[in-house]
């Protein structure tokens, strides 16, 4: 019964004539290039822009400057504590060392001395590399015992002049710097990218293995 | 040219196609599933430098050297210090959990003011000079009514600084009734000033570190008797070198289950056993003739008293215990070669016990030579570093001032604090003969036998200052709290005083700044006696508490400040030759047999014995359990809000219970109900409950969980010493 | 660069835990709550649901008064090497998500939080009761959250967590090793929270196949035994008693069956 009635159905005379048939293939090509290049911009253009949020550090940093004026490259304030760990963006105390009065007239030495040296606050620095609670990372072994060199996971920083926009990344909270500025994820350099995926191919090509959970997890 | 259906079916293709080119899919699902680890909720604890820094517990008087893990300036964890000489590194629960006391829910954060009805738990913060001056106001008001022995004091115990700044601070305004929380240390104190004839108070010491062979009296050896962890770690190293431990208890605690073997008296014939013990060992010339010839006075006495009263036929009668057991265990315990050693005071020994049980088992010790020897049981004299506690213008403060608890008294002349008497003497006057009181680092409403007498009493008292630092039962009755800082903020000497073998004052340090609005107990008092002026305020003669323990502290200081503890590491008792007092010099053995209360209740109406069982897990003490600590009380003590009653399957059978099911447990105190766990290491007829739970102050962590012992248990007041040496109650219990 | 595998021997992390010596005092317990952020909640009376990474059990004989004995057990992880210690855990085998594997480089089962979808079906497979699942978000009120401690991650609804034999020491252990550039560790240098705490020394922990370290020798005691051995899951933590009794609870034995007194041998040393 069915069939016969679908079967009177496509008999009905309404069939589209061949040209118009044609140009509505057309139409659907076109319309389907349209829905693909759409969200091809979406993706690859609007997506980037939406997902990261830029925040402006409290004030400017010249990590070259310091350099010049250090004798032990980045472990000169990057210290390593006693115990081996690794204690991360210096504290106010380790920079009041020399900066209890300004050392220059740059503003934002002045925004320092001003407002956190002055009120024995700690800057709220925004850390491009930040990583997960879960994440455990010895930096100890790295540039320790691997002798690795800072600028293999965290590039030319400690050259640069001043500090970059911090994108954050509005659904995982993390900097762009994780992901890697490049949205598809494509690196060039071994600095580019600090995901899961990355130390453990590093520590795949150099250590024969990705190692266990624990190795890096906590 | 017509746009249709097909035609957006074509753009979202396209769109689904070209998304599938982009990033956006695997980049989104990546993001999301980090999303997803990362509640707001769920902290993130911050890193920062680590460190320890050394301090020493108060939670307990096992004086405990502590090591505090610190990041940055928080405390996230308490260790055992390595170098202390108690506990060696070891740790109990408690200690463990320190951190949630600091920042835990049931701190009071601030001085407060009752504005409802007592135990409404209604308050209102006042400032610390408002609650000084009040404090001040009443205190000068006694003084112009030439009342001031009606105002009184309870604190934890009267060694160390703080304990005697309160004492002081009561004698110069002219108050005795500084009290104390009552333990067995009492009654050990009593023992010795009554066997040796010392008048200076003695710590009593045992050197277990040097013994072979233990026997303990329902001793809680390894649940928190004496100093918890050098208990625990001497009981490892009996075992290591094959050390006996004999365990004379109607129970089979962890003591028990660890001990050599269980001797079950009936309860309430301990001291009958003991004397048993003494008698066989004097029949058969077992005793040390050295000790007993030359050092000591009365023992023909005793020796008659004892074989004419304690032979072992009469005994194993009264204890239940085979002749032929009673007399192994007494040569064993004298045998040649061994160093031997008893001690007494029930569970954690937080109870006074009695008289005659005390002296009977301290005779034991003295029959065999075991007095001040290595291995045996010791009288310490404690370290004397607070001069200013002795000043004679104190004492003539008070000259004719009574105590209310008759301690000291002709009637009680060894006891220096009869705390359990105050409630009846309360209770007893029309108008409460004590019209202010101070209480810190003490919860009598929580610990004392008989709870509902105890707050009776506490409500008829019209003034009553808390120095608590946590919300406790007795904070809770009283009128005014003055938190003081715990333990972790707060600088204090602790002169240990749990048993050890030598004097050890630890330092408790401040390793956090005060989190809240707190202030030094030491330094509440000398604001009030600076208030106070006259003789009072010339009697602190310090700017604060710190410079106070300084100065006391003296020589010591710099040694505590650095190490956390002062001991005397080569430390040895008096020979037998100086080391007592009386009138002879010697040890007094005594020939009087003391008369025992008996267990209250009608053995009709309550066919049953109910007593505590104490453990590790559970404070029972004046400090709170925490949220860990509650978390490690087994199902078979605490069943959601409930308490486990443990009871022998067959008594549990006779009974008409089941394993498992609720009941209805009654004393002649009160009712409550439980659930009932059968468990074969129980002496059929009894009944234990843990001790420590059913709080009614605190936090949702600890208030109303189970029922309290000292809620359904009254005391029972030891008629030589006044001290309350209630260990159980008669009880029923039926199925409901 | 050497591949680090080749370079280290094997480490296999174990305990010999005397239950002659434990008291049941519950220190292991909290030392383990305090040290590896382990939540509470306002009833823990329900074994069930109340996570104790280290839990204490009460055995009995069940012999009528006064004959009557007890032993306490403290149960951690067994962290488990399956049959030739290769790795074949009970709960390892069975994660859908690789959320728990086994570190061939010390012998510890572990647990990443994050990467657990809660579907417990290592719950189901650990014969020990070892792993926990969190029913609920955790709430640390008042203060409580200064408590926590950065080295281990705090955990959220949702997911199973259980005694990683206090890893985290083990990280900042070997961190301050290659720091001092070393690459061993003395036996006091890692050491578990709970041993660490026990006042009556009855827990022993350090490298199972390190003839230097305690263990070693511990866990051939005539008297040591592990739990369930007949399963073959190859359990890291030995126990030690004189009790007969104590031992035989330790697996399913007939009644006429003899006590195993020596536990099988099952590990592969590398």
Redesign the interface.
């Known amino acids: 019964m069915t069939t016969s009635d679908h079967k009177a159905k496509g008999d009905a005379p309404d069939k589209a004539p061949k040209g118009r048939e044609g140009s509505s293939f057309g139409i659907i090509v076109s319309f389907f290039l349209i829905g693909f290049g759409l969200s091809m911009a979406v993706g690859w253009i609007a997506f980037p822009k939406l997902l990261y949020s830029e925040k402006q550090q409290p004030f400017d940093f010249n990590h070259a400057i310091h350099m010049d004026l250090v004798d032990e490259g980045c472990e000169s304030c990057h210290l390593f504590r006693e115990d081996g760990t690794y204690a991360g963006v210096p504290t106010l105390d380790q920079c009041s060392g020399c900066h209890e009065d300004a050392q220059s007239d740059s503003p934002d030495e002045e925004i320092f001395v001003n407002e956190y040296v002055a009120n024995q606050q700690e800057v709220p620095w925004l850390i491009y590399s930040k990583q997960p609670d879960c994440v455990f990372f010895s930096h100890a072994v790295h540039v320790k015992t691997a002798e690795m060199e800072c600028a293999e996971c965290h590039g030319d920083i400690g050259t640069s002049e001043s500090l970059k926009v911090y994108r954050e990344n509005r659904i995982t909270g993390y900097s762009q710097d994780i992901w890697g500025a490049n949205i598809a994820g494509l690196k060039k350099n071994t600095w580019d990218r600090m995901k899961m995926d990355d130390c453990g191919s590093c520590h795949l090509e150099r250590m024969g293995s990705k190692g266990p959970c624990f190795q890096c997890h906590k | 040219m017509k746009i249709d259906r097909r035609s957006f079916l074509a753009l979202g293709i396209g769109a689904a196609a070209g998304t599938a080119f982009t990033p956006l899919p695997w980049k989104l699902t990546d993001d999301l599933s980090i999303w997803t680890q990362n509640w707001p909720w769920t902290p993130v604890p911050e890193d920062g430098d680590a460190y320890y820094d050394h301090s020493v517990c108060t939670l307990c008087p096992g004086g405990c050297g502590i090591l505090v893990r610190k990041i940055n300036d928080r405390i996230v964890k308490i260790e055992g210090m390595p170098s202390h000489p108690v506990n060696r590194g070891g740790i109990c629960a408690l200690g463990i959990s320190g951190p949630q006391l600091l920042y835990g829910p049931d701190r009071v954060i601030a001085p407060m003011k009752r504005s409802g009805a007592r135990g409404e738990g209604k308050w209102t913060t006042l400032s610390w000079d408002d609650a000084i001056a009040e404090v001040l106001d009443r205190l000068k008001k006694l003084e112009a009514d030439n009342k001031t022995e009606h105002l009184a004091c309870i604190c934890d115990t009267d060694r160390g600084t703080v304990p005697q700044l309160f004492k002081r601070m009561l004698s110069l305004f002219g108050s005795p009734n500084f009290m104390t929380t009552p333990s067995m240390y009492d009654s050990y104190e009593a023992v010795l000033k009554k066997m040796h004839g010392r008048k200076d108070t003695l710590d009593i010491g045992f050197d277990f570190e040097n013994t072979d062979f233990i026997l303990s009296f329902g001793s809680g050896v390894i649940e928190g008797w004496g100093s918890p962890v050098r208990m625990i770690m001497a009981n490892s190293a009996w075992k290591t070198k094959k050390a006996k431990q004999i365990q004379i208890e109607q129970r089979l605690s962890n003591t028990a289950a660890s001990s050599n073997g269980l001797f079950a008296v009936k309860p309430g014939t301990e001291a009958d056993l003991a004397l048993g013990l003494a008698c066989v060992i004097m029949e058969e010339e077992l005793y040390d003739k050295a000790f007993t010839g030359a050092y000591s006075t009365g023992f023909p006495e005793f020796r008659n008293m004892v074989t004419k009263n304690y032979n072992p036929d009469v005994v194993a009668e009264k204890t239940g215990i085979e002749r032929h057991l009673i007399i192994e265990l007494a040569r064993h315990f004298a045998s040649a070669g061994t160093s031997s050693l008893a001690i007494c005071g029930r569970g954690k020994g937080q109870t006074a016990g009695s008289m005659m049980e005390f002296m009977a088992v301290h005779s034991l010790n003295a029959l065999v030579g075991k007095i001040n020897t290595p291995g045996g049981v010791w009288s310490v004299e404690h370290p004397d570093y607070i001069p200013w506690a002795k000043e004679m213008n104190v004492r003539a403060a008070i000259a004719g001032k009574k105590r209310i608890d008759e301690a000291g008294s002709p009637v009680y002349p060894d006891s220096l604090s009869l705390l359990n008497r105050l409630p009846s003497k309360i209770l007893e006057s029309k108008e409460s003969p004590i019209e202010m009181l101070f209480v810190s680092n003490a919860n009598p409403a929580y610990t004392l036998a008989g709870t509902d007498k105890v707050i009776e009493a506490l409500g008829k008292i019209p003034f009553i200052v808390s120095f608590s630092s946590y919300m406790d039962e007795t904070a809770d009755q009283a009128d005014l709290i003055l938190p003081n800082h715990i333990y972790l903020e707060r600088y204090q000497d602790v002169p240990v005083r749990g048993g050890l073998a030598r004097p050890v004052i630890g330092l408790t340090r401040p390793v956090v700044e005060p989190q809240y609005d707190t202030m030094h107990s030491g330094d509440v008092v000398l604001k009030l006696a600076k208030g106070l002026g006259g003789q009072v305020g010339e009697g602190f003669p310090w700017d604060d508490y710190k410079d106070c323990l300084e100065k006391t502290m003296a020589d010591r200081w710099k040694e505590l400040e650095e190490t956390g503890f002062w001991t005397d590491e080569a430390y040895q008792p008096k020979p037998w030759a100086g080391a007592f007092g009386g009138t002879y010099g010697k040890f007094a053995f005594s020939d009087t047999i003391l008369p025992l209360p008996d267990l209250e209740g009608d053995v009709k109406d309550y066919p049953l014995i109910l007593i505590p069982k104490e453990s590790m897990r559970i404070s029972s003490s004046h400090i709170g359990d925490t949220p860990f600590t509650v978390k490690t009380v087994p199902d078979t003590e605490l069943k959601g809000k409930t308490l486990v009653i443990e009871i022998n399957p067959r008594t549990g059978k006779e009974q008409g219970l089941a394993d498992g099911k609720d009941a209805v447990l009654k004393t002649p105190l009160g009712q409550v109900r439980v659930k009932v766990s059968f468990f074969e290491g129980i002496m059929p007829g009894l009944m234990a409950m843990p001790k420590g739970l059913g709080h009614t102050a605190y936090g949702k962590y600890l208030k109303g969980k189970g029922a309290s012992y000292n809620a359904l248990v009254g005391p029972m007041e030891d008629p030589v010493s006044g001290q309350d040496i209630s260990w159980g109650i008669r009880a029923r219990i039926s199925r409901v | 660069?050497k591949?680090?595998?080749?370079h280290e021997p094997g480490r296999k992390y174990g305990m010999v835990i005397?239950l002659?010596?434990c008291?049941?005092?519950?220190?292991c317990?909290?030392?383990c709550?305090?040290?590896n952020?382990v939540s509470?909640k306002?009833?823990?009376?329900?074994?069930l649901d109340?996570i104790?990474w280290m839990r204490?059990y009460?055995l009995?004989n069940?012999?009528?008064?006064?004959e009557?004995?007890?032993?306490?057990l403290p149960r951690p992880c067994m962290h488990c090497g399956g049959k030739g210690d290769l790795g074949h855990s009970p709960c390892v085998s069975v994660c859908p998500a690789?959320?728990?594997?086994?570190?061939?480089?010390?012998g510890?089962v572990?647990q990443?939080?994050?990467?657990c979808f809660g579907c417990r079906y290592c719950m189901a497979a650990c014969p020990y009761h070892a792993r926990y699942f969190n029913w609920w978000?955790?709430i640390?009120?008042?203060?409580?959250?200064?408590?926590?401690?950065?080295?281990?991650?705090?955990?959220?609804r949702g997911v199973v967590e259980k005694c990683?034999f206090c890893?985290?020491r083990y990280?900042?252990a070997?961190?301050?090793?290659?720091?001092?550039?070393r690459?061993e560790l003395e036996e006091a240098e890692y050491q578990t929270?709970c041993t660490?705490?026990?006042?009556?020394?009855?827990i022993v922990f350090g490298d199972l196949n390190n003839p230097d370290h305690a263990v070693h020798t511990l866990k051939d005691h005539p008297n040591a035994f592990r739990l369930l051995e007949r399963l073959g899951t190859n359990p890291k933590v030995y126990y030690i008693s004189d009790r007969e009794w104590v031992r035989r609870s330790g697996d399913n034995y007939l009644n006429n069956e003899k006590t195993n007194t020596k536990p099988a041998v099952q590990e592969h040393h590398s």
């Open positions: 660069m591949k680090e595998s080749s005397d002659d010596k008291t049941g005092c519950g220190s317990m909290v030392a709550m305090a040290e952020n509470f306002e009833d823990e009376s329900n074994k109340s104790t204490v009460r009995t069940n012999k009528p008064f006064p009557t004995e007890i032993r306490y690789t959320a728990t594997d086994y570190d061939h480089k010390t510890i572990s990443i939080y994050t990467r978000d955790p640390w009120p008042a203060d409580l959250k200064k408590s926590l401690s950065p080295n281990v991650s705090p955990r959220m990683s890893f985290h990280q900042l070997m961190e301050r090793a290659y720091n001092e550039d690459r929270a660490q705490a026990c006042p009556a020394g009855a």
